[in-house]
C-alpha cells in the first residue's frame, strides 16, 4: 500500500501534466527538438553556401546534444503517459477495475531502453567497439520495447475513454484516441483539451462537494 505522501506526491506530479496545455507539452516534447535540427541544418547550409563548411564540428555537436533532445521527448511522452493512467483512475468508476501493473512494468522497459539506446548511440558515434554479442541483445530487446510502447499507449488511451463514458470500453470506443496517441506530436493538441476538461470537471466537483 502507498502512504498518503507518496500518493499525494503521485497525485500532484500527474496533474502537473494533465493540468498543462497541449502547446506545453508540445514545445517540450517536440518544438525545442524541431527547432534545433533546425538550426543545424540551416547552419549547415550556411556553411556550404559559404564555403567554409565545419560538418565535423556540426555533427560532434548533434552527437553529443541528440541524447539530451531524446530524454526531452520521450521523458515527456512517458511521464504524459503515466500521468494519463494514474491520474485518471480517480475519475473512474468503483466498479471499473484497470490493473496499472503491466502498464507500469512495460513502462519501465521504456525507459531503461531509451537510455541504454543513448548510451549506445553515443558510443557508435565515438568510434567505440561494441561486441557483436550486444547487438545479439538489442535487436530482440528493441521489438519488445515496440510491443511495450504500443500496449501503453493502448492503455493509455484505454484509460482516457473509460474516464470520459464512466463505463467499460472496447478497442473500438477508445481507437481514435489510441491513433491519436501514436502521432503524439499532432495528437496531442486534440487530446489534451479533452484532459484538461476533465480534470476542471473533477474540480468543480470536488468544490461542490
Not at 567554409?52 to 512517458?78: A, C, E, N, Q
Request: proline content about 3%; aromatic content about 20%; some cysteine.
Amino acid at each position: 500500500m502507498k502512504s498518503d505522501t507518496n500518493l499525494r506526491t503521485e497525485n500532484e506530479i500527474a496533474d502537473m501534466f494533465l493540468k498543462a496545455k497541449h502547446w506545453h507539452l508540445f514545445w517540450l516534447s517536440s518544438g525545442i527538438p524541431l527547432i534545433f535540427q533546425f538550426m543545424l541544418m540551416l547552419t549547415l547550409i550556411v556553411n556550404l553556401l559559404s564555403e567554409t563548411v565545419y560538418f565535423s564540428g556540426l555533427v560532434y555537436i548533434y552527437i553529443k546534444i541528440y541524447p539530451i533532445l531524446m530524454f526531452l521527448f520521450f521523458g515527456v511522452l512517458f511521464g504524459w503517459l503515466w500521468s494519463v493512467v494514474s491520474g485518471l483512475q480517480r475519475l473512474i468508476p468503483a466498479e471499473i477495475i484497470l490493473k496499472e501493473t503491466r502498464f507500469k512494468f512495460f513502462l519501465l522497459i521504456l525507459v531503461v531502453f531509451m537510455f541504454l539506446y543513448c548510451v549506445y548511440f553515443i558510443a557508435f558515434f565515438n568510434f567505440v567497439t561494441l561486441n557483436s554479442g550486444v547487438f545479439a541483445v538489442i535487436v530482440p530487446f528493441q521489438i519488445f520495447s515496440i510491443c511495450c510502447f504500443l500496449y501503453c499507449l493502448l492503455f493509455a488511451a484505454k484509460t482516457l475513454k473509460t474516464a470520459q463514458l464512466k463505463k467499460e470500453v472496447i478497442f473500438s470506443d477508445y481507437a481514435v484516441e489510441f491513433f491519436l496517441i501514436l502521432f503524439y506530436p499532432i495528437g496531442i493538441w486534440i487530446i489534451q483539451p479533452k484532459i484538461n476538461e476533465l480534470i476542471k470537471q473533477q474540480i468543480i466537483i470536488s468544490n461542490i462537494d
